[in-house]
C-alpha cells in the first residue's frame, strides 16, 4: 500500500486507530529522563525497546504510530547539550519507527512537538529561533521516513501558524493536534473554536485534540458542532501532565466507555495519551471495529 493509499483511509467511515504512549511506557520500562529530551534519548539507548513498543502497539491493532521524537526537535536538543546531530537524533526515532512497520500498511506519524515546554504558557525564545525549530524538525521528519506530521499538544498560536503554513505550502501530509485548558482556551489565549477555523484553511487531514482529560473533553464536544474531520487522544495518566513518573490513571475499559460516547461521523482517529499502553490499543480496536 502507498502513501496515497494510506492516507485515503482517512476519508473512509471507520475511524483510524491512533497507537497510545510511547514516553511514559520507555520511563515504566527504565529509561532514563531528561528535563530536555523527556523521554526521546532512549532512541540511542534503548532502540531496541523502543521497537518492541512500536511493534506492541502494531499488534494490538493501532493503524497509525507515532514516532518517538516528541523531544527530538532542535531546541530540545540545544538545551541538552549532547553530542549529536540534529539529523542524527531524528533519523534514530524514525529508525525505530520503519523498523517496527516494516512496509505494511501502517502510517507512521512523525511527532512534532510545541519548540518549548508542551505546559509553558510563556514563550523565552525569539520568533526566528521558533520558525527554524518548526521547519527544521519537520523536514528532517518527512526525510527519514515519517509519512505524516503530527502537530501534538500545540497551544500558542504564533507556533500553530507557523505549522500550518509551513506543511501546506510544502504539500505535506499533517495533523494539527491542540492541547486546551478547562476554559476552552489554548495557552496563549486564543479559544479553541477560533483556533480550529484558522487551523481549516491550512487544508489538514484532521484536527487533533490531545493530552486533554476526558471531562474537559466531554465539555467541549458537547458545546461545539464536529463538521470537520477531527481525531483525539486523551490523557491516562493519574493526573499528571508531564510523562516524569507518570502511572496509568484510566484503564482500558474504562477509557473505551467514554470513547463510545464521542463516535462520529467526522472522527477519523482515535487513540490514547498519556499513561495508556497497547491494552487501550486493543480495547480500542476492538470497539471501533464492532460499532463502525
Avoid at 530540545?76 to 534514530?92: G, P, T, Y
Avoid at 520503519?98 to 512523525?110: H, K, Q, W, Y
Avoid at 490514547?272 to 499502553?277: A, H, I, V
Amino acid at each position: 500500500m502507498n502513501l496515497s493509499e494510506k492516507i485515503e483511509r482517512f476519508s473512509g467511515k471507520k475511524p483510524l486507530i491512533l497507537d497510545g504512549a510511547v514516553g511514559s511506557y520507555l520511563t515504566s520500562n527504565g529509561v532514563l529522563w531528561d528535563d530536555n529530551l523527556w523521554s526521546s534519548y532512549g532512541n540511542i539507548s534503548h532502540p531496541g525497546l523502543v521497537k518492541t513498543i512500536h511493534a506492541k502497539y502494531i499488534s494490538a491493532g493501532a493503524d497509525i504510530i507515532t514516532s518517538n521524537t516528541f523531544r527530538t526537535n532542535p531546541i530540545a536538543l540545544k538545551r541538552a547539550n549532547i553530542d549529536i546531530s540534529e539529523e542524527d537524533f531524528v533519523r534514530a526515532a524514525l529508525l525505530s519507527a520503519l523498523f517496527a512497520v516494516n512496509n505494511s500498511n501502517v502510517l507512521i506519524a512523525g511527532s512534532n512537538a510545541p519548540a518549548e515546554d508542551c505546559y509553558q504558557s510563556e514563550r523565552t525564545i525569539g520568533i526566528d529561533e521558533l520558525i527554524y525549530n518548526h521547519k527544521r524538525h519537520i523536514d528532517l521528519l518527512y526525510e527519514n521516513g515519517a509519512e505524516i506530521i503530527l502537530n501534538e499538544t500545540q497551544s500558542h498560536i504564533d507556533e500553530i501558524q507557523i505549522i500550518c503554513e509551513y506543511c501546506h505550502s510544502n504539500k505535506i501530509p499533517f495533523i494539527l493536534s491542540l492541547f486546551f485548558t478547562e476554559d476552552m482556551k489554548i495557552l496563549s489565549g486564543e479559544s479553541v473554536s477560533e483556533v480550529v477555523q484558522d487551523v481549516l484553511q491550512y487544508s489538514p487531514l484532521a484536527i487533533g485534540f490531545n493530552c486533554i482529560f476526558n471531562n474537559t473533553f466531554q465539555s467541549f464536544i458537547n458545546n461545539n458542532l464536529t463538521y470537520y474531520d477531527w481525531g483525539f487522544y486523551l490523557n491516562c495518566g493519574a493526573g499528571n501532565l508531564t510523562d516524569k513518573g507518570i502511572t496509568c490513571g484510566v484503564s482500558e475499559k474504562e477509557y473505551v466507555s467514554d470513547i463510545k460516547k464521542l463516535i462520529h461521523p467526522n472522527l477519523k482517529f482515535v487513540g490514547s495519551c498519556c499513561g495508556s499502553s497497547p491494552a487501550h490499543t486493543m480495547e480500542l480496536r476492538r470497539v471501533i471495529d464492532e460499532l463502525c
